[in-house]
């Protein structure tokens, strides 16, 4: 299980609190593989962007427009986050469905 987040996001802290064998990548520093960011917004669409960031704040209307896989691509911590990849699926955000899925 890998949980891609920012180390100091406190979601990321919670999940990774619940799922201590989780291999943590910290999407500021590492970023997020290409072809993951490729599935996940394939499968979470415009949710994958995080638009109450402040990031997202600080982007004009021009830049919101862009590609969303160029925008994550440039600005990881735009990415919602944990997004959570187990068992060849994935996980977004930390809300009781996925904790109930993760977590049994």
Not at 36 to 51: E, I, W
Not at 80 to 103: F, H, M, N, T
Request: one cysteine or more; aromatic letters at 6%.
């Amino acid at each position: 299980m890998i949980l891609y987040g920012l180390k100091t996001c406190d979601t990321c802290r919670k999940a990774l609190k619940s799922l201590p064998d989780a291999q943590f990548v910290d999407v500021r520093a590492d970023g997020v593989p290409q072809d993951l960011l490729k599935s996940a917004h394939a499968q979470f669409g415009a949710a994958l962007l995080n638009t109450r960031s402040t990031t997202w704040r600080g982007l004009d209307d021009t830049e919101r427009q862009r590609n969303p896989l160029e925008l994550l691509a440039d600005h990881p911590t735009l990415m919602k986050r944990p997004l959570i990849e187990s068992q060849g699926r994935l996980y977004l955000g930390w809300g009781k469905d996925v904790q109930a899925a993760l977590l049994g």
